[in-house]
């Protein structure tokens, strides 16, 4: 049995076979799991905005779509993962508020999955799957034994993608 190793809100860490990652309460938020599955490590990442280029003082990295998945990838690199072996699967990026109108606050999640897709194919990690959108929020473990993303939301079954 591996640890469990908690990445917090705008925060991203690296684990590897038998470890767990894992995060909670993913709303508009997007939790990006990155796994090698030669080396079997794995890495989280929650991210909070998709763009560090539109707010002044982002000195934490991992808050932003474009600048923690970056810093994920270069973290796995050092531990000796092969970028061209990594896989991806994303979770969250849900519309959490209701608001009328047109307003970027009402669909941060969209543009968080979106900004994140966007920085995994400049990257050329390929995403295996997802499970973003809709209304609700997601807590998410990444198995690094074996690349499996389990996503849990209070009232649904348990999902593992």
């Known amino acids: 049995m591996g640890i469990v190793i908690k ?7 690296t684990g590897k076979s038998p470890d767990i990652l894992t995060t909670l309460g993913l709303g508009s938020c997007i939790g990006i799991a990155l796994w ?3 080396t079997k490590i794995g890495g989280l990442a929650h991210v909070m905005l998709p763009d560090s280029m539109k707010i002044r003082n982002n000195s934490n990295i991992a808050k932003f779509a474009d600048t923690g998945i970056t810093e994920l990838v270069r973290q796995m690199e050092e531990l000796g993962v092969a970028r061209k072996r990594i896989v991806a699967k994303i979770a969250g990026g849900a519309r959490m508020f209701e608001v009328s ?3 970027s606050v009402g669909n941060i999640g969209e543009k968080n999955a979106i900004a994140s897709k966007n920085k995994l194919k400049e990257l050329g990690i390929p995403i295996l799957a997802e499970d973003t959108g809709l209304n609700y929020g997601r807590t998410v473990e990444l198995d690094c034994s074996n ?6 939301a209070v009232g649904k079954p348990i999902k593992t993608i």
């Open 7 to 13: 990445v917090g809100m705008a925060d991203l860490k």
């Open 36 to 38: 090698d599955p030669v």
């Open 101 to 103: 109108g047109t307003t």
């Open 147 to 152: 690349g499996n993303y389990i996503i849990k």
